[in-house]
């Protein structure tokens, strides 16, 4: 089966910086997603990582690890407009299907 | 921008009813997704199509069909709505092999 684990909350403060986790457990491996979405909203993309390391994009960074099925998205100098869900997200085959965890709800208070 | 539009943002239904989801995209795209959202559970995936005409079954796709006769066109289809398909539908697209997809504004279902 396919198997996708993240947070369901969490809380940080303006400012600082967190860091989401997902680990996969999944048939096959073809590229890991994040996606923010704001209440009410569409989620829209953040990153892909497929191959191991840490990819940077201004303020938040996505790392992966594919041996030990493990993913995090970094979110730095963390500003009240951050307050979202993070979906995490893989891609298992050679087709354009994600199959999605079920989000972390991230909230950031003055 | 890449623009992809869901026919209603709210919609409320009765038992039985057929219902129709439409969305539309001006990008392109081979690729288009239908996809719930429910609390606790995240995106599921219900149907999915690579190609006019050409469509794959999702994680859960009973209860539902899809029809795509033109590439910017991909409509969502309850034959018998039920209430236990109460919930927020996202559409999305993307080219083939690309890693990003566009998702639509959504639509909520209420179903009575």
Redesign the interface.
Known sequence: GQNIDQPTEMTATEGAIVQINCTYQTSGFNGLFWYQQHAGEAPTFLSYNVLDGLEEKGRFSSFLSRSKGYSYLLLKELQMKDSASYLCAVRCDNTDKLIFGTGTRLQVFP | DVK?TQSSRYLVKRTGEKVFLECVQDMDHE?M?W?RQDP??????IY?S?DVKMK?K??IPEGYSVSREKKERFSLILESASTNQTSMY?CAS?F???????????TRLTVT
Request: hydrophobic share 30%.
């Open positions: 992809v690729n997704f996809y606790g559970l995240g995106l599921r995936l999915f690579y794959e999702g994680d996202l993307s083939q092999g690309d890693y990003e997809q566009y998702f639509g504004p959504g």
